[in-house]
C-alpha cells in the first residue's frame, strides 16, 4: 500500500496501523477497516482501509461518520 501511494502522490509518506482510534469510536470500525495514519510533508491524515468486501451503502454511511469524527474536529 505504501509504495502504490508514494507513487500515486509523488511524495515520501509515512504509514502507521492506529490502534488508538479504535478506543474512542464504535466497535464495528475495528471488525469493518483497519486504520492507519499517514504522514506527508508534515500532514497527518487517515486512511480507513476494508478488511474483505464492504456493501457500497456501508461505505457510503461510514464515510460521513469518518468525516464527522475524523476529519472536521
Request: proline residues 3%.
Amino acid at each position: 500500500m505504501k509504495g502504490y501511494i508514494e507513487k500515486c502522490l509523488r511524495r515520501t509518506i509515512t504509514i502507521e496501523y492506529n490502534t488508538k482510534l479504535y478506543h474512542k469510536h464504535p466497535l464495528k470500525y475495528k471488525g469493518i477497516y483497519d486504520l492507519y495514519t499517514v504522514l506527508q510533508d508534515g500532514i497527518e491524515w487517515l486512511i480507513a482501509h476494508p478488511k474483505g468486501n464492504v456493501r457500497l451503502n456501508t461505505l457510503r454511511h461510514d464515510w460521513r461518520y469518518f468525516l464527522r469524527y475524523f476529519v472536521c474536529k
